[in-house]
């Protein structure tokens, strides 16, 4: 069964204009943790934001923030302000609990495109 | 700062060769991870390494066999290559929990013909 679901395959938004990108998690743990890393067309991952299972507030990393809805099961990432060099593939992942091993799995991802 | 570094950045193969991929860390990290990439499938894991010592099958090990030779190198061999296993492959390590994020690797492009 897949535990890491991001629905869309591919989105657009207007430079300068926010975006939420989309992910839903399955875990029976209840400590995890839940990534989003970014994959430029150079092909590295760049790690952009992570949220503790246990963290009752959003995390926020500059432009970035992750919208945890615990009960929901989900983990959108939003950016702000999108730029041209947010152009990219966005994959959520999860590093599981004990039940899981502590490893981390990933999406199939989102590419993003910004137009100008 | 050298992290994590794979070799061989580029490799082809032909059906049947065996190979080894080579991965190592100077954080001193506990944990190490095998991934493939192949497009529109998101990174996909191999196998990994919790700690130095161990090692558990991931999503798709199948065909792959690791070794964890220390607790700076992780390798993943390829015994009998298939055109299937064509992909990208990742090395990445961790901290957990005293950190979370995953370090990669820049990346392995296999082609297996």
């Known amino acids: 069964a897949q535990k890491i679901t991001q629905t869309q395959p591919g989105m657009f938004v207007q430079e300068k204009e926010a975006v939420t990108l989309d992910c839903t998690y399955d875990?029976?743990?209840?400590?995890?943790?839940l990534f989003w890393y970014k994959q430029p067309s150079s092909g590295e991952m760049i790690f952009l934001i992570y949220?503790?299972?246990?963290?009752?507030q959003n995390a926020t990393e500059g432009r970035y923030s992750l919208n945890f809805q615990k009960a929901r099961k989900s983990a959108n990432l939003v950016i702000s302000a999108s730029q041209l060099g947010d152009s990219a593939m966005y994959f959520c992942?999860?590093?599981?609990?004990?039940?899981?091993?502590?490893?981390?799995?990933f999406g199939a991802g989102t590419r993003l495109f910004v137009k100008a | 700062n050298a992290g994590v570094t794979q070799t061989p950045k580029f490799q082809v193969l032909k059906t049947g060769q065996s190979m080894t991929l080579q991965c190592a860390q100077d954080?001193?990290?506990?944990?190490m991870y095998w991934y493939r990439q192949d497009p529109g499938m998101g990174l996909r894991l191999i196998y990994y390494?919790?700690?130095?010592?161990?090692?558990d099958k991931g999503e798709v090990p199948n065909g792959y066999n690791v070794s964890r030779l220390n607790k700076r190198e992780f390798s993943l061999r390829l015994e009998s290559a298939a055109p299937s296993q064509t992909s990208v492959y990742f090395c990445?390590?961790?901290?957990?929990?005293?950190?979370?994020?995953?370090?990669f690797g820049s990346g392995t492009q296999l082609s297996v013909l």
């Open positions: 990445a390590s961790s901290d957990v929990p005293q950190e979370e994020k995953l370090f």
């Open positions: 875990t029976s743990d209840q400590s995890y943790g």
């Open positions: 949220q503790g299972s246990y963290d009752e």
């Open positions: 992942a999860m590093r599981e609990g004990p039940g899981g091993g502590f490893k981390t799995i």
């Open positions: 954080m001193n990290h506990n944990s």
């Open positions: 390494s919790a700690s130095e010592g161990t090692t």
